[in-house]
């Protein structure tokens, strides 16, 4: 497993290092532009993370679906790209559930090395900059949790779409609807700033999903793969 998760950090560093030099350029040049425009507001640094939806401008708009359609190719990537070498021999040396464990372990890995980066660098910029920011240390973790999720429901979604089994899909989305519904409402979903005074609900959603996603994955993960040659 060990193995599994170093391959795919290379992997993801290495063949997708582009795509996060990107990302990071333009997470970090945003302020600096808001600044310059003048249009800064008292939760920009929500905004510029996109754990806050804005529509009063479309670069907000912009600005969160790319944060969000960022660590979905980074998650998709790191589940389906490098097994595309030797994914044989791999399940036959390791069974797939130490697999599906490593996906969440390389997934949490780096997000955990991206967002401490930005963050700190982030810190620096706004008070160059002089800009009051509402950061905190929950808000860093709520960052990095909502973020993982956003890569299991991704992942949960791909799987259960290539399994194929119509009742199962309607069973998996039932579960989640009731249990979505009767935890919190889907504003903290789009806001997930908004988790800081309800970080156990977090911690409920996370667990949860993570029991799903172990789930489905073990269903489904040959024919994933099989799919994505």
Do not use: Q
Not at 7 to 29: E, G, H, P, Q, S
Not at 39 to 64: A, P, V
Not at 77 to 106: C, E, M, Q, W, Y
């Amino acid at each position: 497993m060990h193995f599994l998760i170093i391959n795919d950090l290379k992997y993801i560093f290495f063949k997708r290092k582009n795509w996060i030099i990107l990302y990071l350029i333009i997470v970090l040049l945003f302020p600096i532009f808001c600044k310059i425009n003048n249009i800064i507001k008292d939760d920009i640094f929500f905004i510029n993370n996109g754990l806050k939806f804005d529509n009063s401008s479309f670069l907000f708009i912009i600005m969160y679906i790319f944060n969000i359609i960022f660590y979905i190719f980074i998650y998709l990537s790191i589940h389906l790209g490098n097994l595309k070498i030797g994914v044989d021999n791999i399940f036959l040396r390791i069974n797939k559930f130490k697999i599906v464990i490593s996906k969440i372990i390389t997934c949490s890995v780096f997000t955990l090395l991206i967002s401490t980066f930005v963050f700190i660098v982030l810190n620096i910029i706004y008070n160059i900059l002089n800009i009051n920011i509402n950061s905190s240390f929950i808000v860093f973790i709520i960052f990095n949790i909502f973020n993982i999720l956003i890569g299991m429901l991704s992942i949960i979604a791909l799987s259960v779409v290539l399994y194929g089994n119509k009742k199962y899909i309607l069973f998996l989305l039932l579960i989640y609807m009731i249990y979505y519904i009767s935890r919190k409402n889907i504003l903290f979903f789009i806001n997930p700033y908004l988790f800081e005074n309800n970080f156990i609900d977090l911690i409920f959603f996370l667990i949860f999903n993570t029991i799903i996603y172990i789930i489905v994955l073990k269903k489904s993960i040959v024919k994933i793969f099989e799919r994505s040659f």
